[in-house]
């Protein structure tokens, strides 16, 4: 294969960009019903082991916010303590950088240093953290990658290039990617990105065994993979994760909402899956019932809880291809007295953070 060469415009490269510098040494997709398994039944969801133990790759893993001072400057000091608050909470894990997190906004430096700052944090904690290694350039994307393999990350994620929607330069991204380390993978689907392209990941790296499906319509999808896969491939939910019910019932694994109340979605998720679905589905109500309080935004739902210093802001974020919030939010934005209000009338009891 070809030695990878940097795109020559990294905000938007094009598909004939990107078919330049991964080279013409895609393997070729085997899109074909081959790769069905009718023996599998995935009427009910999967169960799972809940003992305390190794870090596992399931349950609720958080979109991390990123905060900045009042000069522009990342503040390390308060993106590194989501991860104490999630290891309080019971949390499973905590990704960062993402599309939530702003990372199109973010430098090289400011990237590194802020994987440095979480890893760091996370050491000896519960949750599981995974690094996003998505970049301009595969160049980009393989420093990322090694770098979080260094400093100790449980897993990496990678959204696809951007404006890229050919599936066999898809595959070969992936490819490539899951051969830069021996870290667990997460492919991050979005736009038209097909069932049969990701069962071909699947089938073709050894190290991506899981995927944060927001491509489709994700509820209508996640039957198929798991049949196709023989419920090997951890499906994981996004878009506000605005349905865990009916996830959890479907059999997704993982769901990566935003980081405020994820000690709340995740006393849900472990109540559904030990047998108390009542109590979880109930518990779940509860952030449905907050939610229609207003907009709150990710940063104010931390500061309100004390995760965040007041001053931190969030950088403005242009449009990112398969972005969004999952839905249009609901009501007026809600200031950080109105969020603690709501905490105290109404969550308090169930804060686990």
Known sequence: MPRLQPINNPAAPSRREFL????????????????????????????????????????????????????????????????????????????????????????????????????????????????????????????????AAKIGADAIVSLPPAKVTDEKALLDYYQQLGRVTDLPLFAQSTGTMSVDLIVEMFNTIPTMRQVKDEAGVPLERVAELRRRTNDQLRVFSGQGVRTLISEMELGFVGHCPYTGLADVYASAYDLWHAGKRQEGFDMF?????????????????????????????????????????????????????????????????????
């Not at 400011?110 to 904690?125: C, D, F, M, P, T």
């Not at 950088?315 to 919030?325: C, D, K, L, Y």
């Not at 934005?333 to 969550?347: C, N, P, Q």
Request: proline letters at 9%; glycine letters at 14%.
């Open 285 to 353: 109500g509860r952030i449905l019932a907050f939610n229609s309080l207003g907009n709150a935004d990710g940063n104010g739902l931390l500061v309100a809880r004390g995760v965040f210093k007041p001053s931190v802001h969030a950088r403005q974020m242009p449009p990112v291809p398969g972005g969004g919030p999952g839905g249009p939010r609901l009501g007026p934005k809600m200031s950080v007295k109105a969020i603690r209000k709501g905490y105290e009338d109404y969550l308090k009891p169930y804060l686990r953070a």
């Open 20 to 147: 330049q510098y991964l080279g013409a040494g895609a393997l070729g997709l085997a899109l074909s019903a081959r790769n069905a398994r009718a023996d599998v039944d995935v009427s009910e969801p999967p169960t799972y082991d809940l003992s305390p133990g190794p870090k596992k790759l399931r349950g609720l893993f958080p979109i991390g916010q990123t905060p900045f001072t009042e000069d522009d400057k990342i503040d390390l000091d308060s993106l590194a303590a989501q991860v104490p608050f999630c290891n309080r909470g019971g949390v499973h894990g905590f990704v960062w950088p993402q599309i939530a997190s702003g990372w199109t906004t973010l430098s090289e430096a400011e990237r590194l240093s802020g994987a440095e700052a979480i890893v760091s944090a996370g050491k000896g904690g519960y949750a599981a953290i995974v690094i996003g290694v998505q970049g301009p350039d595969m160049a980009a994307v393989t420093r990322y990658a090694q770098h």
